[in-house]
């Protein structure tokens, strides 16, 4: 289950929440701090009341790591031109929520491991402050810390579990390898599983340790979140592929509006391209194609300008467009889109434009 949270700001167009789990953690955080790590290392000279003082800013700059990390997957996922819904802190870290699957796996890949690397980066950072500070230091022990828990969390999103970062670089090495996103996402998914299996038995053997019951419960709570997490997703991907063999007329979006070339962008945005910012529109001029927008085009413009710039000004001309037959096998029909470097294509039946062929339809349902 996706963690809701309240909306507590917003960084860029990106709203950050934070769930009423992330109070337990953070409880948890300041509690370790306060009673465990700092006064073993600075030999507990200060106040019960400093170190919970500490401790606190040592939970909130833990909450910080934990968003560095998912602004690095959002960050990535806008370089893609993929939507950033929301990012939701919780009670197992985070969760930046995007609007759809990357369309390749090198996309799938760079997404999925920019958290882990930030996260490496971070846990250096913390650990030059923790050498510079001293680590028998009050300063110099948060930072020790935090370059511990940052490499953690790096390690451990790398273990090849669908959906963690892991099983999503996991995802993109099987979708390369195999071509099909969703039998990729079935294969990932079954991988996650077993790892959540995995998890569960390590939690129950650490149960068993009387001074590890916590860190037992904590693994099963880990497991169970997991294998919710993989089995939805292996559902969702059990649908029948289509064969690559399957005409283009399959999967085209059919009834795609027509834009004339003098249109403002302003206008173009508020009838159409905000409703299904993922579409593109063909152009047209007494009934003949001439080019082609998307919002990849519309979005080097400030929104302010938008009024004052027509459709023609920015357009795809028709002569670099990537066109396809209805009849087409979607093979043929990929290939074309990436010698053309195109994601879009119009589509054409003989001889009469009948709809657009979005890339993201033939990956999502191959």
Same mark, same amino acid.
Request: proline content about 5%; charged content about 15%; some cysteine.
């Given at each position: 289950?996706?963690?809701?949270?309240?909306?507590?700001?917003?960084?860029?167009?990106?709203?950050?929440?934070?769930?009423?789990?992330?109070?337990?953690?953070?409880?948890?955080?300041?509690?370790?701090?306060? #009673?465990?790590?700092?006064?073993?290392?600075?030999?507990?000279?200060?106040?019960?009341?400093?170190?919970?003082?500490?401790?606190?800013?040592?939970?909130?700059?833990?909450?910080?790591?934990?968003?560095?990390?998912?602004?690095?997957?959002?960050?990535?996922?806008?370089?893609?031109?993929?939507?950033?819904?929301?990012?939701?802190?919780?009670?197992?870290?985070?969760?930046?929520?995007?609007?759809?699957?990357?369309?390749?796996?090198?996309?799938?890949?760079?997404?999925?491991?920019?958290?882990?690397?930030?996260?490496?980066?971070?846990?250096?950072?913390?650990?030059?402050?923790?050498?510079?500070?001293?680590?028998?230091?009050?300063?110099?022990?948060?930072?020790?810390?935090?370059?511990?828990?940052?490499?953690?969390?790096?390690?451990?999103?790398?273990?090849?579990?669908?959906?963690?970062?892991?099983?999503?670089?996991?995802?993109?090495?099987?979708?390369?390898?195999?071509?099909?996103?969703?039998?990729?996402?079935?294969?990932?998914?079954?991988?996650?599983?077993?790892?959540?299996?995995? #998890?569960?038995?390590?939690?129950?053997?650490?149960?068993?340790?009387?001074?590890?019951? #916590?860190?037992?419960?904590?693994?099963?709570?880990?497991?169970? #979140?997991?294998?919710?997490?993989?089995?939805?997703?292996?559902?969702?991907?059990?649908?029948?592929?289509?064969?690559?063999?399957?005409?283009?007329?399959?999967?085209?979006?059919?009834?795609?509006?027509?834009?004339?070339?003098?249109?403002?962008?302003?206008?173009?945005?508020?009838?159409?391209?905000?409703?299904?910012?993922?579409?593109?529109?063909?152009?047209?001029?007494?009934?003949?194609?001439?080019?082609?927008?998307?919002?990849?085009?519309?979005?080097?413009?400030?929104?302010?300008?938008?009024?004052?710039?027509?459709?023609?000004?920015?357009?795809?001309?028709?002569?670099?467009?990537?066109?396809?037959?209805?009849?087409?096998?979607?093979?043929?029909?990929?290939?074309?889109?990436?010698?053309?470097?195109?994601?879009?294509?119009?589509?054409?039946?003989?001889?009469?434009?009948?709809?657009?062929?979005?890339?993201?339809?033939?990956?999502?349902?191959?």
């Amino acid at each position: 289950m996706i963690p809701q949270g309240f909306p507590v700001g917003r960084i860029g167009n990106i709203e950050i929440k934070v769930d009423l789990s992330l109070l337990l953690i953070a409880l948890i955080v300041t509690l370790s701090l306060a #009673f465990g790590v700092l006064p073993q290392a600075t030999g507990g000279k200060l106040s019960t009341a400093a170190y919970v003082l500490i401790g606190v800013v040592g939970a909130i700059a833990f909450i910080g790591s934990i968003l560095w990390h998912e602004m690095a997957h959002a960050l990535l996922a806008l370089r893609y031109h993929i939507p950033v819904v929301q990012i939701v802190l919780y009670l197992f870290g985070g969760m930046a929520q995007i609007a759809r699957d990357p369309e390749r796996p090198g996309q799938e890949f760079w997404i999925a491991i920019a958290g882990p690397v930030s996260s490496v980066v971070l846990a250096v950072f913390f650990g030059f402050l923790a050498v510079l500070f001293n680590p028998a230091t009050v300063v110099g022990a948060v930072c020790n810390w935090l370059f511990t828990v940052n490499l953690t969390l790096a390690i451990f999103n790398l273990v090849p579990g669908f959906p963690l970062d892991g099983g999503r670089v996991l995802r993109s090495a099987l979708w390369t390898r195999g071509g099909s996103f969703r039998t990729a996402t079935r294969q990932a998914s079954r991988v996650g599983q077993g790892v959540a299996i995995g #998890f569960a038995l390590l939690g129950l053997a650490l149960m068993f340790r009387a001074a590890a019951v #916590f860190n037992g419960l904590w693994f099963m709570l880990i497991a169970a #979140f997991l294998y919710d997490a993989a089995t939805t997703s292996y559902r969702l991907s059990r649908g029948a592929n289509l064969s690559m063999k399957s005409p283009v007329s399959k999967v085209m979006r059919y009834n795609v509006p027509l834009i004339e070339p003098t249109l403002p962008l302003a206008l173009l945005a508020w009838k159409y391209m905000d409703h299904a910012p993922d579409q593109a529109y063909p152009v047209m001029d007494d009934g003949a194609l001439i080019g082609m927008i998307t919002q990849a085009e519309v979005e080097v413009i400030p929104r302010l300008e938008w009024g004052k710039v027509r459709v023609q000004d920015l357009m795809v001309p028709r002569d670099r467009l990537c066109i396809v037959e209805s009849t087409d096998d979607l093979q043929t029909a990929l290939q074309a889109l990436e010698t053309a470097r195109m994601d879009h294509a119009p589509v054409y039946d003989h001889g009469h434009l009948v709809g657009m062929l979005n890339r993201r339809d033939i990956v999502y349902r191959t």
